[in-house]
Protein backbone atom coordinates (compact mmCIF):
# COMPACT_ATOMS: atom_id res chain seq x y z
CA UNK A 1 0.00 0.00 0.00
CA UNK A 2 1.22 3.50 -0.55
CA UNK A 3 0.15 6.19 1.64
CA UNK A 4 -0.06 10.08 0.40
CA UNK A 5 -0.95 13.03 2.41
CA UNK A 6 -3.87 15.03 1.43
CA UNK A 7 -6.93 17.55 2.27
CA UNK A 8 -8.69 14.21 2.62
CA UNK A 9 -7.04 11.68 4.83
CA UNK A 10 -6.28 9.30 2.30
CA UNK A 11 -5.19 5.13 2.13
CA UNK A 12 -4.33 4.04 -1.28
CA UNK A 13 -4.30 0.90 -2.18
CA UNK A 14 -2.35 -1.25 -4.83
CA UNK A 15 -2.73 -4.84 -5.71
CA UNK A 16 -28.67 -5.89 48.25
CA UNK A 17 -28.62 -6.67 54.12
CA UNK A 18 -29.44 -10.04 55.96
CA UNK A 19 -28.19 -11.98 59.06
CA UNK A 20 -25.10 -13.56 59.23
CA UNK A 21 -25.91 -17.30 60.05
CA UNK A 22 -23.80 -18.36 62.35
CA UNK A 23 -23.61 -19.70 66.07
CA UNK A 24 -24.36 -16.99 68.09
CA UNK A 25 -26.24 -13.65 67.75
CA UNK A 26 -26.80 -12.58 64.09
CA UNK A 27 -24.82 -9.73 62.91
CA UNK A 28 -26.11 -6.82 60.01
CA UNK A 29 -23.80 -7.06 57.64
CA UNK A 30 -22.78 -4.29 54.82
CA UNK A 31 -25.46 -3.68 51.86
CA UNK A 32 -23.63 -5.02 48.78
CA UNK A 33 -25.09 -6.37 45.29
CA UNK A 34 -22.87 -7.43 42.59
CA UNK A 35 -22.51 -4.66 40.32
CA UNK A 36 -22.32 -2.03 42.87
CA UNK A 37 -19.04 -0.34 43.09
CA UNK A 38 -17.12 -0.12 46.32
CA UNK A 39 -15.54 3.83 47.54
CA UNK A 40 -12.63 2.62 49.80
CA UNK A 41 -10.12 5.34 51.87
CA UNK A 42 -7.10 4.23 53.43
CA UNK A 43 -4.29 5.59 55.32
CA UNK A 44 -0.50 5.30 55.55
CA UNK A 45 0.06 6.48 58.85
CA UNK A 46 -1.09 8.18 61.83
CA UNK A 47 -5.08 8.20 62.75
CA UNK A 48 -6.27 5.81 61.24
CA UNK A 49 -4.00 3.63 59.54
CA UNK A 50 -4.92 0.20 61.15
CA UNK A 51 -8.42 0.35 59.00
CA UNK A 52 -10.02 1.15 56.56
CA UNK A 53 -12.97 2.64 55.12
CA UNK A 54 -15.26 1.42 52.35
CA UNK A 55 -18.51 2.69 50.98
CA UNK A 56 -21.00 1.40 48.49
CA UNK A 57 -21.45 3.94 45.91
CA UNK A 58 -24.65 1.60 44.18
CA UNK A 59 -24.37 0.07 40.69
CA UNK A 60 -21.72 1.04 38.75
CA UNK A 61 -24.28 1.18 35.23
CA UNK A 62 -25.73 4.02 36.80
CA UNK A 63 -22.64 6.19 37.09
CA UNK A 64 -22.20 4.89 33.53
CA UNK A 65 -25.29 6.01 32.09
CA UNK A 66 -25.27 9.62 33.56
CA UNK A 67 -28.61 8.35 35.81
CA UNK A 68 -27.08 8.55 39.05
CA UNK A 69 -25.16 12.22 39.53
CA UNK A 70 -24.74 15.12 42.23
CA UNK A 71 -24.33 14.19 45.60
CA UNK A 72 -23.68 10.88 46.44
CA UNK A 73 -23.06 10.41 49.94
CA UNK A 74 -22.11 12.60 52.80
CA UNK A 75 -19.01 10.93 54.89
CA UNK A 76 -17.53 13.61 57.33
CA UNK A 77 -18.86 11.67 60.67
CA UNK A 78 -17.36 8.45 59.16
CA UNK A 79 -14.34 9.92 57.87
CA UNK A 80 -13.52 11.80 61.21
CA UNK A 81 -13.94 9.20 63.37
CA UNK A 82 -11.44 7.13 61.53
CA UNK A 83 -9.19 9.47 60.54
CA UNK A 84 -9.58 12.22 63.15
CA UNK A 85 -10.96 15.53 62.45
CA UNK A 86 -8.35 16.54 60.15
CA UNK A 87 -8.68 13.76 57.28
CA UNK A 88 -9.20 15.62 54.91
CA UNK A 89 -6.16 17.85 55.08
CA UNK A 90 -3.67 14.63 55.16
CA UNK A 91 -1.54 13.98 52.48
CA UNK A 92 -1.34 10.35 53.96
CA UNK A 93 -5.31 10.06 53.41
CA UNK A 94 -6.38 7.92 49.74
CA UNK A 95 -9.40 7.51 48.26
CA UNK A 96 -10.23 5.23 45.20
CA UNK A 97 -13.27 3.61 43.65
CA UNK A 98 -13.61 -0.35 42.05
CA UNK A 99 -16.24 -3.11 41.16
CA UNK A 100 -17.62 -5.71 38.84
CA UNK A 101 -20.34 -7.45 38.48
CA UNK A 102 -19.06 -10.92 37.72
CA UNK A 103 -15.50 -11.70 36.66
CA UNK A 104 -15.83 -14.90 34.89
CA UNK A 105 -13.68 -15.81 32.19
CA UNK A 106 -15.40 -18.71 30.84
CA UNK A 107 -18.59 -19.92 29.93
CA UNK A 108 -21.30 -17.51 27.85
CA UNK A 109 -20.34 -14.14 28.07
CA UNK A 110 -23.85 -12.92 29.52
CA UNK A 111 -25.09 -9.19 29.42
CA UNK A 112 -26.04 -7.13 32.54
CA UNK A 113 -27.43 -4.03 31.85
CA UNK A 114 -25.33 -3.41 28.91
CA UNK A 115 -21.77 -5.33 30.95
CA UNK A 116 -20.68 -8.07 29.81
CA UNK A 117 -18.63 -10.62 32.59
CA UNK A 118 -15.40 -8.82 33.63
CA UNK A 119 -16.48 -5.39 33.31
CA UNK A 120 -14.58 -3.23 36.07
CA UNK A 121 -14.93 0.05 37.05
CA UNK A 122 -12.16 1.58 38.38
CA UNK A 123 -11.10 5.22 39.23
CA UNK A 124 -7.74 7.16 38.74
CA UNK A 125 -6.61 10.06 40.27
CA UNK A 126 -7.19 13.61 38.49
CA UNK A 127 -4.97 15.87 40.02
CA UNK A 128 -5.89 18.94 37.61
CA UNK A 129 -9.43 18.59 37.77
CA UNK A 130 -12.20 16.20 36.38
CA UNK A 131 -11.92 14.18 33.49
CA UNK A 132 -7.47 14.88 32.75
CA UNK A 133 -6.15 11.66 34.48
CA UNK A 134 -4.72 9.37 32.28
CA UNK A 135 -7.05 6.83 30.99
CA UNK A 136 -6.65 3.16 31.77
CA UNK A 137 -5.02 1.09 28.76
CA UNK A 138 -4.85 -2.25 29.43
CA UNK A 139 -3.11 -5.21 27.69
CA UNK A 140 -6.03 -7.59 26.51
CA UNK A 141 -9.07 -9.44 27.92
CA UNK A 142 -7.68 -11.62 29.94
CA UNK A 143 -5.61 -9.06 31.89
CA UNK A 144 -8.48 -6.87 32.54
CA UNK A 145 -10.35 -10.67 33.42
CA UNK A 146 -7.29 -11.02 36.29
CA UNK A 147 -8.15 -7.62 37.44
CA UNK A 148 -11.86 -8.90 37.68
CA UNK A 149 -11.29 -11.92 39.67
CA UNK A 150 -8.84 -9.13 42.21
CA UNK A 151 -11.96 -6.72 42.65
CA UNK A 152 -14.21 -9.49 42.93
CA UNK A 153 -12.32 -11.32 46.03
CA UNK A 154 -12.02 -7.61 47.44
CA UNK A 155 -16.00 -7.35 47.71
CA UNK A 156 -16.57 -10.97 48.50
CA UNK A 157 -17.03 -9.91 52.17
CA UNK A 158 -19.95 -7.37 50.99
CA UNK A 159 -21.32 -10.41 49.32
CA UNK A 160 -25.61 -10.12 50.66
CA UNK A 161 -26.03 -14.37 52.20
CA UNK A 162 -28.11 -16.44 50.06
CA UNK A 163 -28.17 -19.64 52.59
CA UNK A 164 -25.15 -21.49 51.51
CA UNK A 165 -22.36 -19.48 51.58
CA UNK A 166 -19.62 -19.92 54.95
CA UNK A 167 -19.28 -15.52 56.08
CA UNK A 168 -16.64 -16.12 58.63
CA UNK A 169 -16.29 -12.97 61.34
CA UNK A 170 -13.73 -11.09 59.51
CA UNK A 171 -16.06 -11.16 56.49
CA UNK A 172 -19.26 -9.14 58.62
CA UNK A 173 -19.07 -5.64 57.78
CA UNK A 174 -20.95 -4.21 60.57
CA UNK A 175 -22.47 -0.94 58.73
CA UNK A 176 -21.56 2.43 60.13
CA UNK A 177 -24.06 3.93 61.85
CA UNK A 178 -25.78 6.46 60.01
CA UNK A 179 -24.77 5.58 56.63
CA UNK A 180 -28.22 3.71 55.73
CA UNK A 181 -26.12 0.34 55.62
CA UNK A 182 -23.99 1.61 53.00
CA UNK A 183 -20.52 2.19 54.84
CA UNK A 184 -18.19 -0.05 57.00
CA UNK A 185 -14.96 0.45 58.85
CA UNK A 186 -12.36 -2.99 58.30
CA UNK A 187 -9.11 -3.76 60.23
CA UNK A 188 -6.48 -3.88 57.87
CA UNK A 189 -5.69 -7.80 59.32
CA UNK A 190 -9.31 -8.86 57.25
CA UNK A 191 -8.59 -11.13 54.26
CA UNK A 192 -10.16 -9.09 52.38
CA UNK A 193 -9.28 -5.40 53.28
CA UNK A 194 -9.81 -2.96 51.21
CA UNK A 195 -5.77 -2.13 51.13
CA UNK A 196 -4.84 -5.66 50.75
CA UNK A 197 -5.86 -5.82 47.09
CA UNK A 198 -5.37 -1.84 46.62
CA UNK A 199 -1.77 -0.78 48.33
CA UNK A 200 -0.84 3.08 48.43
CA UNK A 201 1.31 3.37 44.85
CA UNK A 202 0.16 -0.16 43.54
CA UNK A 203 -0.02 -2.17 41.28
CA UNK A 204 -3.30 -2.72 42.44
CA UNK A 205 -5.87 -5.63 41.71
CA UNK A 206 -3.99 -8.92 40.94
CA UNK A 207 -0.56 -6.50 40.06
CA UNK A 208 -2.36 -5.50 37.00
CA UNK A 209 -3.60 -1.63 37.87
CA UNK A 210 0.09 -0.05 37.94
CA UNK A 211 0.38 2.77 39.82
CA UNK A 212 -3.10 1.91 41.74
CA UNK A 213 -6.68 3.53 41.60
CA UNK A 214 -6.07 5.70 44.45
CA UNK A 215 -5.21 9.29 44.85
CA UNK A 216 -4.68 11.24 48.62
CA UNK A 217 -6.49 14.19 49.52
CA UNK A 218 -4.40 16.42 51.21
CA UNK A 219 -7.01 19.66 51.18
CA UNK A 220 -6.56 22.22 49.33
CA UNK A 221 -8.06 21.96 46.01
CA UNK A 222 -10.84 19.59 45.12
CA UNK A 223 -9.90 15.98 45.54
CA UNK A 224 -11.35 14.49 42.09
CA UNK A 225 -11.63 10.82 40.97
CA UNK A 226 -11.99 9.89 37.24
CA UNK A 227 -14.05 6.49 37.14
CA UNK A 228 -13.19 4.53 33.83
CA UNK A 229 -15.08 1.28 32.81
CA UNK A 230 -12.78 -1.22 31.30
CA UNK A 231 -14.26 -4.43 29.45
CA UNK A 232 -12.57 -7.99 29.62
CA UNK A 233 -14.79 -9.31 27.53
CA UNK A 234 -16.75 -8.43 24.07
CA UNK A 235 -20.04 -8.53 23.40
CA UNK A 236 -22.50 -7.35 20.57
CA UNK A 237 -25.01 -6.46 22.99
CA UNK A 238 -22.39 -4.44 25.46
CA UNK A 239 -23.84 -0.43 25.67
CA UNK A 240 -21.75 1.22 25.06
CA UNK A 241 -19.15 -1.08 23.18
CA UNK A 242 -15.76 -0.22 23.46
CA UNK A 243 -13.04 -2.22 23.11
CA UNK A 244 -11.35 -5.23 25.44
CA UNK A 245 -8.95 -3.07 27.64
CA UNK A 246 -9.69 0.25 26.62
CA UNK A 247 -10.83 2.92 30.20
CA UNK A 248 -14.05 4.26 29.00
CA UNK A 249 -14.18 7.52 31.22
CA UNK A 250 -17.84 7.64 33.05
CA UNK A 251 -17.17 10.91 34.98
CA UNK A 252 -15.34 12.09 37.84
CA UNK A 253 -16.16 12.31 41.55
CA UNK A 254 -15.00 14.86 44.10
CA UNK A 255 -14.92 15.11 47.48
CA UNK A 256 -14.41 18.53 49.85
CA UNK A 257 -14.00 18.70 53.77
CA UNK A 258 -17.48 18.04 54.92
CA UNK A 259 -17.32 14.71 53.34
CA UNK A 260 -19.74 15.38 50.59
CA UNK A 261 -18.94 13.43 47.85
CA UNK A 262 -20.61 14.09 44.49
CA UNK A 263 -20.40 12.62 41.02
CA UNK A 264 -20.56 14.45 37.61
CA UNK A 265 -21.00 12.42 34.22
CA UNK A 266 -18.24 12.66 31.59
CA UNK A 267 -19.60 15.39 28.89
CA UNK A 268 -20.72 14.24 25.45
CA UNK A 269 -18.30 14.35 22.85
CA UNK A 270 -19.48 16.56 20.16
CA UNK A 271 -19.24 13.77 17.15
CA UNK A 272 -18.90 9.52 16.36
CA UNK A 273 -15.57 10.70 16.15
CA UNK A 274 -14.49 12.21 19.60
CA UNK A 275 -16.20 9.37 21.26
CA UNK A 276 -13.94 6.90 19.44
CA UNK A 277 -10.96 9.15 20.10
CA UNK A 278 -11.94 9.40 23.99
CA UNK A 279 -12.80 5.09 23.61
CA UNK A 280 -8.96 5.06 23.10
CA UNK A 281 -7.36 7.87 25.65
CA UNK A 282 -6.31 9.90 22.89
CA UNK A 283 -5.74 13.17 23.59
CA UNK A 284 -4.22 16.86 22.40
CA UNK A 285 -2.45 16.40 19.00
CA UNK A 286 -2.59 12.73 19.06
CA UNK A 287 -6.72 12.98 19.18
CA UNK A 288 -6.58 14.05 15.71
CA UNK A 289 -8.21 13.52 12.26
CA UNK A 290 -5.01 13.48 10.84
CA UNK A 291 -2.86 12.29 13.05
CA UNK A 292 -1.01 8.62 13.50
CA UNK A 293 0.13 8.01 16.99
CA UNK A 294 0.93 4.66 15.62
CA UNK A 295 3.10 5.51 12.87
CA UNK A 296 1.27 3.00 11.23
CA UNK A 297 1.02 5.05 8.06
CA UNK A 298 -3.01 5.24 8.73
CA UNK A 299 -4.51 8.39 9.76
CA UNK A 300 -6.60 8.04 12.88
CA UNK A 301 -9.49 9.16 10.42
CA UNK A 302 -8.85 6.51 8.44
CA UNK A 303 -8.49 3.93 11.66
CA UNK A 304 -11.74 5.35 12.54
CA UNK A 305 -13.55 4.34 9.45
CA UNK A 306 -12.08 1.10 9.12
CA UNK A 307 -12.29 0.20 12.94
CA UNK A 308 -8.60 0.07 13.23
CA UNK A 309 -6.30 0.97 16.69
CA UNK A 310 -4.90 3.57 16.78
CA UNK A 311 -2.35 2.63 19.37
CA UNK A 312 -1.76 -0.24 17.74
CA UNK A 313 0.51 -0.58 14.49
CA UNK A 314 0.59 -3.24 11.62
CA UNK A 315 -3.05 -4.49 11.35
CA UNK A 316 -2.89 -5.66 7.35
CA UNK A 317 -6.26 -7.88 8.78
CA UNK A 318 -7.93 -5.02 8.18
CA UNK A 319 -6.73 -2.57 5.80
CA UNK A 320 -8.57 -1.91 2.34
CA UNK A 321 -7.61 -4.39 -0.38
CA UNK A 322 -7.74 -4.15 -3.85
CA UNK A 323 -7.36 -6.43 -6.65
CA UNK A 324 -8.32 -7.14 -10.15
CA UNK A 325 -10.88 -8.89 -11.80
CA UNK A 326 -9.80 -8.81 -16.20
CA UNK A 327 -10.70 -5.08 -16.84
CA UNK A 328 -12.04 -4.21 -13.41
CA UNK A 329 -10.25 -3.18 -10.19
CA UNK A 330 -11.91 -4.10 -7.10
CA UNK A 331 -11.09 -1.50 -4.13
CA UNK A 332 -13.15 -3.72 -0.46
CA UNK A 333 -12.57 -1.61 2.64
CA UNK A 334 -14.51 -1.83 6.08
CA UNK A 335 -17.10 1.13 6.80
CA UNK A 336 -17.81 0.98 11.02
CA UNK A 337 -21.40 2.15 11.70
CA UNK A 338 -19.96 5.47 13.52
CA UNK A 339 -18.13 6.25 10.67
CA UNK A 340 -20.80 6.06 7.93
CA UNK A 341 -22.11 9.47 8.39
CA UNK A 342 -18.65 10.75 7.59
CA UNK A 343 -19.15 9.42 4.40
CA UNK A 344 -15.68 8.07 3.30
CA UNK A 345 -15.05 7.16 -0.03
CA UNK A 346 -13.00 5.69 -2.66
CA UNK A 347 -11.10 8.45 -4.91
CA UNK A 348 -9.02 6.84 -7.81
CA UNK A 349 -6.05 8.59 -10.31
CA UNK A 350 -3.31 7.34 -12.79
CA UNK A 351 -1.35 9.40 -11.25
CA UNK A 352 -1.37 9.87 -7.68
CA UNK A 353 0.15 13.12 -7.34
CA UNK A 354 -2.05 14.72 -10.16
CA UNK A 355 -5.80 15.01 -9.84
CA UNK A 356 -8.14 12.68 -7.91
CA UNK A 357 -11.47 11.40 -9.12
CA UNK A 358 -14.52 10.27 -6.60
CA UNK A 359 -15.75 6.97 -7.23
CA UNK A 360 -19.79 7.34 -7.59
CA UNK A 361 -22.21 4.75 -8.24
CA UNK A 362 -23.59 4.89 -11.64
CA UNK A 363 -20.91 7.56 -13.27
CA UNK A 364 -18.42 5.80 -15.66
CA UNK A 365 -19.37 2.69 -15.26
CA UNK A 366 -18.45 2.72 -10.88
CA UNK A 367 -20.63 0.76 -9.35
CA UNK A 368 -20.30 0.71 -5.34
CA UNK A 369 -22.67 -2.16 -3.28
CA UNK A 370 -22.52 -2.01 0.60
CA UNK A 371 -22.92 -5.45 2.32
CA UNK A 372 -24.39 -4.16 5.65
CA UNK A 373 -22.32 -5.96 8.56
CA UNK A 374 -20.75 -7.81 6.17
CA UNK A 375 -17.37 -8.10 8.05
CA UNK A 376 -19.06 -8.26 11.89
CA UNK A 377 -21.93 -6.76 13.59
CA UNK A 378 -21.01 -2.87 12.89
CA UNK A 379 -18.66 -2.66 10.53
CA UNK A 380 -20.23 -2.72 6.83
CA UNK A 381 -18.38 -4.39 3.70
CA UNK A 382 -17.96 -1.24 1.08
CA UNK A 383 -16.88 -2.43 -2.48
CA UNK A 384 -15.93 -0.45 -5.55
CA UNK A 385 -15.55 -1.79 -8.80
CA UNK A 386 -13.67 0.74 -11.34
CA UNK A 387 -13.01 0.18 -15.00
CA UNK A 388 -9.95 -0.38 -15.85
CA UNK A 389 -8.32 -1.16 -19.32
CA UNK A 390 -4.24 -1.91 -18.73
CA UNK A 391 -1.98 -0.26 -21.46
CA UNK A 392 1.55 0.05 -21.99
CA UNK A 393 2.93 1.87 -18.49
CA UNK A 394 -0.97 2.75 -17.91
CA UNK A 395 -1.72 2.26 -14.13
CA UNK A 396 -4.37 3.10 -11.62
CA UNK A 397 -4.21 4.29 -8.15
CA UNK A 398 -6.75 4.17 -5.52
CA UNK A 399 -7.31 5.51 -2.25
CA UNK A 400 -9.73 5.65 0.48
CA UNK A 401 -11.10 9.31 1.27
CA UNK A 402 -12.41 10.82 4.33
CA UNK A 403 -13.27 14.16 5.82
CA UNK A 404 -13.40 15.33 9.21
CA UNK A 405 -17.03 16.52 10.23
CA UNK A 406 -17.52 20.06 12.13
Given at each position: MNLASTPALALLATVSVVSAGLSGPARAQMVYTPGDIILGFQATGGDGSSNTYVYNLGAGTGFRDGTTTGLIATLGADLATTFGVGWFGRSDVYWGIAGVRDPSAGGPVGVVSGDPKATIYVSRGAAAGAGTSTPWVLASGPTVISAATSVA????????????????????RPPTPGSNGRGAVQGTG???????????????????LTGGVQAALGGGDTPWLDLYRIMGR???????????GQGLLVGSFSINAAGEVRFQ?????????DTWAGTFGLTGASAGF????????????????????????AEADIAPTLTREGETVVFVFRRTDAAAAFNPGVEFSTNQFATWTPAIHGTAGVTVTTENDGFAAGVDRVTVRLPWTPSAGASIFTRLAVQPKP
Open positions: SMQFGFNTLNGSDVITPETQDINNWSVFNPVGGPAFGNVSSASATPNSPLAASTPSNPYAADPDGDGLDNGVEFVIGGHPQRA
